[in-house]
């Protein structure tokens, strides 16, 4: 099955400065990668997604990158703000168990961003 | 607005006894998934189910079951829980396919002694 390895594990930055997540995927029949981020407390929510047929996606300060040869995605976010502090998740997805598959996620990322 | 809800917020349990953790959606979505959240772990799947009566294990699927006898519920059941298991479990359900948004409810921490 699919295996999702995510670095670095805590980030610390400066408000102001950009941040990068960055996720691997073993499974090349992964199609779909969103990433996902929880507050403290609160529940995960979906902040961006990018498909496989697509190298990259913007929304705002966020953008997402998939490099589909090397298996690997990042999220990138610029000008950072301290409510950017948070946990952030990456997944892939997975293809087994039906047609409906279901999402591996990495381990996380806790991004810290100092006033 | 999108509503999975998990009936239980914070419970503890003893070693040994059988737990139920319930989560209920509210849009119709055919997925429904539970996760289990450990700290420098992530979200690890434990089952899921994308219909009535049907289910498939996860990646952690020892020491859990689950039922989904109805669309909208999804419960995950500890036949016998064991100290390993106090986490914090999470419950989603999306619409259609996994390619698209994830709907997580709040969260039921468990705690077993």
């Known amino acids: 099955g699919e295996n999702v390895e995510q670095h670095p594990s805590t980030l610390s930055v400066q408000e102001g400065d950009s941040a990068v997540i960055k996720c691997t995927y073993s499974d090349s029949a992964s199609n779909y990668f969103p990433w996902y981020k929880q507050e403290l407390g609160k529940r995960p929510q979906l902040i961006i997604d990018?498909?496989?047929?697509?190298g990259e996606k913007k929304d705002q300060r966020i953008a997402v990158t998939l490099n589909k040869t090397a298996k690997h995605f990042s999220l990138h976010i610029t000008e950072t703000q301290p409510e950017d502090s948070a946990v952030y998740f990456c997944?892939?997805?997975?293809?087994?168990?039906?047609?409906?598959?279901?999402?591996?996620f990495g381990k996380g990322t806790k991004l810290s961003v100092k006033p | 607005d999108v509503k999975v809800t998990q009936s239980s917020r914070y419970l503890v349990k003893r070693t040994g006894e059988k737990v139920f953790l319930e989560c209920v959606q509210d849009?119709?979505?055919?997925?429904m998934f539970w996760y289990r959240q450990d700290p420098g772990l992530g979200l690890r799947l434990i089952y899921f189910?994308?219909?009535?009566?049907?289910?498939e294990k996860g990646d952690i699927p020892e020491g859990y079951s689950v039922s989904r006898e109805k669309k909208e519920r999804f419960s995950l059941i500890l036949e016998s829980a064991s100290t390993n298991q106090t986490s914090m479990y999470l419950c989603a359900s999306c619409i259609g396919d996994v390619t698209g948004e994830l709907f997580f409810g709040e969260g039921s921490r468990l705690t077993v002694l």
């Open positions: 849009m119709d979505h055919e997925n």
């Open positions: 189910s994308y219909d009535v009566k049907m289910k």
């Open positions: 990018i498909r496989s047929n697509v």
């Open positions: 997944a892939a997805s997975d293809l087994r168990g039906g047609s409906q598959g279901n999402l591996i």
